[in-house]
């Protein structure tokens, strides 16, 4: 089965640091962009950025750019999302998911992690 | 930077025909997806494309892109569609391109 799968809830201070994850199994990991998406409480759905784990090519919305930072280790199938000071305003659901092909292509994101919901508060 | 603009909210009866539109400047040039989330639960692809459906997802759902809007039509509505709706696209067009979502759309089955 082709999933994604996210790491748990996390609840941090304001000024720490924080690393999620997202690990792909059943598919060919290094074939696919993983994109990460945030949905604040009560919501819609932002585009934070996209990497390709098979080179670890990444692009980033400029609303995202300088605030978060993504990789990937291709060995064990994981793309990351990190923050090196958490503000309260980074309290959200953040989503992984897959996109297939080229960015060229246009493609959509097929598959999509369950979410991790980063609660940030003093 | 390029902007989707969807109904905040539609509402229909069972059984019935819901369209929830985006609109963009010559959206129908560009390829759109569109997203289904329940509450609580993760983003679903249920339409890829512009029209096309991933395996699984009921032909009830249906899509069109032309000019300057994107209609997702889901027809013999039933209360599982209860759901916000999203569509997506590629912006190519900016300095910065990448992934643009509309605002969302709340389907209510009333």
């Known amino acids: 089965e082709v999933q994604l799968v996210q790491s748990g809830a996390e609840v941090k201070k304001p000024g720490e640091s924080l690393k999620i994850s997202c690990k792909g199994s059943?598919?060919?990991?290094?074939?696919?962009?993983i994109g990460w998406v945030r949905q604040m409480p009560g919501k819609g759905l932002e585009w934070m950025g996209i990497?390709?784990?098979?080179?670890?090519?990444?692009r980033y919305s400029p609303s995202f750019q300088g605030q978060v930072t993504i990789s990937a280790d291709k060995s064990i199938s994981t793309a990351y999302l990190q923050w090196s000071s958490l503000k309260a305003s980074d309290t959200a659901m953040y989503y992984c998911a897959r996109h297939e092909g080229d960015l060229r292509s246009q493609n959509a994101f097929d598959i999509w992690g369950q979410g991790t919901m980063v609660t940030v508060s003093s | 930077s390029y902007v989707l603009t969807q109904p905040p909210s539609v509402s229909v009866a069972p059984g019935k025909t819901a369209r929830i539109t985006c609109g963009g400047n010559?959206?129908?040039?560009?390829?759109v997806h569109w997203y289904q989330q329940k509450p609580g639960q993760a983003p679903v692809l249920v339409i890829y494309y512009d029209s096309d459906r991933p395996s699984g997802i009921p032909e009830r759902f249906s899509g069109s892109n032309s000019g300057n809007t994107a209609t997702l039509t889901i027809s013999r509505v039933e209360a599982g569609d209860e759901a916000d709706y999203y569509c997506?696209?590629?912006?190519?067009?900016?300095?910065?391109?990448?992934?643009?979502f509309g605002g969302g759309t709340k389907l209510t089955v009333l």
């Open positions: 010559n959206i129908g040039s560009k390829s």
């Open positions: 997506q696209v590629w912006d190519s067009s900016s300095d910065h391109p990448g992934v643009v």
């Open positions: 990497i390709y784990p098979g080179d670890s090519d990444t």
């Open positions: 059943g598919y060919s990991f290094t074939s696919y962009w």
